[in-house]
């Protein structure tokens, strides 16, 4: 007896793959109906992702508009606020004693 008439007798006559009832009628239809769940998901996903974007492009353009508008505001304090350097008080030869002077003037 041959090794292929041993597993002829061994196995079962037939096919022995079984389908269910109706399976190949209704593949074309849950096919189709998988891709269009796909395309769905798809399409939830890139809003999903457009919409997260926006947020974090308006949330940095916001936090930039506050730094420049603080900066802005911290040059215009710089710009009212006299500070007068001590080399500079040098060139107009303005002393101590001057300073003091027109303090206790401007205090009176």
């Given at each position: 007896?041959?090794e ?11 096919n ?6 109706g ?86």
């Open positions: 007896m041959t292929e008439q041993k597993l002829r007798k061994i196995a079962p006559a037939g022995p793959f079984r389908v269910p009832e399976y190949f009628e209704t593949l074309t239809q849950r096919t189709m109906d998988n891709i269009r769940r796909q395309e769905r998901r798809q399409r939830r996903t890139v809003w999903f992702r457009w919409s997260a974007a926006a947020a974090v492009a308006g949330i940095i353009a916001t936090a930039g508009f506050f730094a420049l508008e603080s900066n802005t505001q911290e040059m215009q304090f710089a710009e009212n606020e006299s500070i007068v350097t001590s080399e500079e008080l040098e060139y107009a030869m303005i002393d101590n004693k001057d300073i003091e002077y027109y303090l206790t003037e401007a205090g009176d």
